[in-house]
């Protein structure tokens, strides 16, 4: 199971940390996917890291400001959420999967998902 925590209310140009926390998983096994839904919007791929190689990758809208990572003794991945704006403003998603057997930017890619925290962005 993956938990998401870490949402709440932030001003624009603040931070926000998110975690996704792993139980009855080893999370270092895994490849690692944070994605988000804004509300009448589809869910869009937000960054990711590669369990192997902690490779990253980020969305264009996010680079530079936000920043993924992964912490094994604590089997927790998290979200560094830096210079935030109103667009942000979404519920987020971690997700976990073995491989990528394709793209790594997709909802598919993902075999596991946590219940999602809701993230606003608001002064």
Known sequence: QLQASGGGLVQPGGSLRLSCAASGRTISNYNIGWFRQAPGKEREFVTAIRWNTFSTYYTDSVKGRFTISRDG???????????????????????????????????????????????????
Request: glycine letters at 6%; one cysteine or more.
């Open 73 to 123: 003794a604590k089997n927790t991945v998290y979200l560094q959420m830096n210079s935030v704006k109103p667009e942000d403003t979404a519920v987020y998603y971690c997700a976990a999967t073995t491989y990528y057997s394709g793209s790594y930017n997709i909802a598919e890619a993902y075999d596991f998902w946590g219940q999602g925290t809701q993230v606003t962005v608001s002064s």
